[in-house]
T-cell receptor, first 117, second 112 residues
Framework: DTEVTQTPKHLVMGMTNKKSLKCEQHMGHRAMYWYKQKAKKPPELMFVYSYEKLSINESVPSRFSPECPNSSLLNLHLHALQPEDSALYLC????????????????FGSGTQLSVL | EDKVVQSPLSLVVHEGDTVTLNCSYEVTNFRSLLWYKQEKKAPTFLFMLTSSGIEKKSGRLSSILDKKELFSILNITATQTGDSAIYLCAVEAATGGFKTIFGAGTRLFVKA
């Protein structure tokens, strides 16, 4: 299994809603990532988990709350989002962190297209 | 400030044409340069380059890195409509552990 699976594929939410994005991989990777990608822009790193511990938070607003319940799962909890948070949210994994020759390739999921109304 | 610049930003060609996509970078503590193809949603890995002058090849795609001039090119020969995608260049830097810097991408459209 060489896939990173993200659910849901599409999500529409209001500014007062609470929702969660889910990401799962069964490749035994120990590093998992959340990226945000706006239209016609490159992916921007949000969070990195290494061995289920938060390793990097790229100054992301607290209305985004990541969670790594185990080595295969990564969640992103959303609360009180703004319309400008509408974007494609990509999850990725890599074998290890810090990434050396083995670990530098990222495996991406298909993303969740989020619209905040 | 670390940056990765891709050119052109968009490109329209006909099937059978050869295209060259460019990626230049300025980063501290360069580790590697990677190319990804993003068709609908998920970027998929194409190449990882760490050494200058060594061409990586996969079918009709090839890529090479020049660490002296700080750039890489991605060549696609005999293009097909299935090559239509966004091609992302990313540079790994050993800054504070690691850091991935993505370029804005080149949007390639291959006409039948």
């Amino acid at each position: 299994d060489t896939e990173v699976t993200q659910t849901p594929k599409h999500l529409v939410m209001g500014m007062t809603n609470k929702k969660s994005l889910k990401c799962e991989q069964h490749m035994g990777h120990r590093a998992m990532y959340w990226y945000k990608q706006k239209a016609k822009k490159p992916p921007e790193l949000m969070f990195v988990y290494s061995y289920e511990k938060l390793s990097i938070n790229e100054s992301v607003p607290s209305r985004f709350s990541p969670e790594c319940p185990n080595s295969s799962l990564l969640n992103l909890h959303l609360h009180a989002l703004q319309p400008e948070d509408s974007a494609l949210y990509l999850c990725a994994s890599s074998p290890i962190l810090p990434r050396g020759e083995r670990g530098e390739k990222l495996f991406f999921g298909s993303g969740t297209q989020l619209s905040v109304l | 400030e670390d940056k990765v610049v891709q050119s052109p930003l968009s490109l329209v060609v006909h099937e059978g044409d050869t295209v060259t996509l460019n990626c230049s970078y300025e980063v501290t503590n360069f580790r590697s340069l990677l190319w990804y193809k993003q068709e609908k949603k998920a970027p998929t890995f194409l190449f990882m380059l760490t050494s200058s002058g060594i061409e990586k090849k996969s079918g009709r795609l090839s890529s090479i890195l020049d660490k002296k001039e700080l750039f890489s090119i991605l060549n696609i020969t005999a293009t097909q409509t299935g090559d239509s995608a966004i091609y992302l260049c990313a540079v790994e830097a050993a800054t504070g552990g690691f850091k991935t810097i993505f370029g804005a991408g080149t949007r390639l459209f291959v006409k039948a």
